[in-house]
């Protein structure tokens, strides 16, 4: 009687996707909508859990290179420091982490602007 091997993918994306709706409103919404967007840049990304966060790499044995959680009523969005993150015009530092307490198009476009550019 042959096995069925179980989906590892499918798994990984529900436990993204229960870990994000377990988060109280608005970080719900928010972190939905960052998943949503960063699958949408990133069509061929991974989501997993990632040190008790959503991230997402190419691979499910890949380093996560974008990734997202809630601590204490505040939401950051980060790169890991696998991204590829170019250097601020006028300094050396290299933006690689931001805090989120509402989105609108604008920051759904400015994030997944950052996935594409992270992952290439």
């Not at 190419?58 to 990734?67: E, G, K, L, N």
């Amino acid at each position: 009687m042959p096995t069925t091997k179980p989906d590892k993918s499918q798994h990984d994306l529900e436990a993204v996707q229960a870990k994000i709706a377990e988060w109280p409103e608005p970080f719900a919404t928010i972190g939905s909508r960052l998943h949503d967007t960063i699958i949408s840049a990133g069509p061929k990304l991974k989501p997993r859990i990632w040190y008790g966060m959503p991230g997402y790499a190419t691979a499910r044995s890949a380093p996560v290179i974008a990734f997202f959680r809630l601590d204490d009523g505040v939401m950051s969005l980060g790169l890991s420091e696998k991204a590829k993150v170019d250097r601020e015009d006028d300094s050396t530092l290299r933006p690689c982490a931001w805090f989120i307490d509402e989105l609108d198009d604008r920051t759904l476009a400015k994030v997944a602007e950052r996935v594409r550019i992270a992952f290439s």
